[in-house]
């Protein structure tokens, strides 16, 4: 009954790899997102999908590609891995976009490269 | 472009007494300012919101915050403190003029000590 999920909840892989991380919703949302934390504990948004259109793409680099094959999930896959994006990402979602409507957040995957 | 600054990295506050969370927040139309909690290795949890009307805003957990718009501070608060209240505290602000974008604070650490 978790209301996000995101898998895997750990990801360790080499330098160089291509890794993907699944994000579902059965909260009805309209709207994901995708978040980076760092070892400081820092959080920036990193993509948003509404209605399976992106809607904020924000200074990423383009090894980041995130996929909505519908409402209900929103992927990220990441290539040519490198060191600093060891991490911890977070998957969120809410109601529309652009309202006051508070994001549901997952429980995070945690990235390290080796 | 809109930002949020949390200038306390950790507040320590006993069991029993009252706790203040500081946020100031910069933003060029109404904000939208809302808490989040995160606990160890958890993804973070909505606590509350101030989006329009009464100042004083109430939450989840015992928790409210106070808007103050002359101040642009929006400091979370608790009358009593629990030790299950120590976790990570992130204020965030999103602009009222349609923005998608959340943007946090770089988050405070609340240790509660009975």
């Known amino acids: 009954d978790t209301a996000v999920s995101q898998t895997p909840k750990y990801l360790v892989t080499q330098m160089g790899n291509d890794k993907s991380i699944k994000c579902e919703q059965n909260?009805?949302?309209?709207?994901m997102y995708w978040y980076k934390q760092d070892s400081k504990k820092f959080l920036k948004i990193m993509f948003s999908?509404?209605?399976?259109?992106?809607?904020i793409n924000e200074t990423v680099p383009n090894r980041f590609s995130p996929k909505s094959p519908d409402k209900a999930h929103l992927n990220l896959h990441i290539n040519s891995l490198e060191l600093g994006d060891s991490a911890v990402y977070f998957c969120a979602s809410s109601l529309l976009a652009g309202r006051d409507n508070e994001q549901f957040f997952g429980p995070g995957t945690r990235l390290t490269v080796l | 472009a809109q930002s949020v600054a949390q200038p306390e990295d950790q507040v320590n506050v006993a069991e029993g007494n009252p706790l203040t969370v500081k946020c100031t927040y910069s933003v060029s139309g109404n904000p939208y300012l809302f808490w989040y909690v995160q606990y160890p290795n958890r993804g973070l949890q909505f606590l509350l919101k101030?989006?329009?009307?009464?100042?004083l805003v109430k939450g989840s957990y015992g928790f409210e915050a106070e808007f103050n718009k002359s101040q642009t501070s929006f400091h979370l608060k608790k009358p009593s403190a629990l030790v299950s209240d120590s976790a990570l505290y992130f204020c965030?602000?999103?602009?009222?003029?349609?923005?998608?974008?959340?943007?946090f604070g770089a988050g405070t650490i609340l240790r509660v000590k009975s």
């Open positions: 965030a602000v999103r602009e009222g003029r349609g923005g998608n974008k959340l943007v």
């Open positions: 909260l009805g949302h309209d709207t």
């Open positions: 101030y989006i329009t009307g009464d100042n």
């Open positions: 999908y509404n209605n399976k259109e992106l809607i």
